[in-house]
């Protein structure tokens, strides 16, 4: 799968973004190492905090599935019912998430901008000096 159809893809999932409080729509689209995509949206919750980022709902779908590797993520976001027109970076909770399966040398993050443009950076820009389960190991 190409860099651009992956944020065609995230585009697409952004169609099924629950956002009535924010009104800000967040679609991702995960690319595991054998090309399987899943797809995420946001989902938010009156009670706010029991909501759900785009980022690591594709991440628990796919981990759900048995996916353990993971090549790329697309973000895209902005106001719902607008096209996607401006970066939308994931959050720190997201980092994180992708952090714990991501080798953050390799891990790609596509930030759309728009169906024919994107952003891309690595984990390790997004997240320097990452806590990971190496940390843990004794």
């Not at 594709?58 to 759900?64: C, E, G, S, T």
């Not at 399966?101 to 320097?128: H, K, Q, S, Y």
């Amino acid at each position: 799968m190409s860099d651009l159809e992956l944020v065609r893809a995230a585009i697409a999932a952004r169609e099924h973004s629950y956002s009535p409080y924010s009104n800000f729509a967040v679609g991702a689209a995960l690319l595991c190492a054998d090309g399987t995509v899943y797809g995420g949206c946001n989902i938010e919750n009156a009670a706010y905090s029991p909501g759900n980022c785009a980022e690591r709902t594709a991440f628990f779908r796919a981990i759900f599935d048995g996916h353990r590797d993971f090549d790329a993520i697309a973000v895209v976001g902005g106001p719902a019912g607008e096209p996607v027109g401006e970066l939308c970076a994931p959050c720190g909770v997201c980092r994180q998430v992708m952090r714990e399966f991501c080798d953050p040398a390799t891990f790609r993050v596509l930030m759309g901008t728009g169906p024919d443009d994107f952003v891309e950076a690595t984990l390790e820009e997004l997240l320097p000096h990452g806590f990971g389960p190496e940390n843990l190991n004794r």
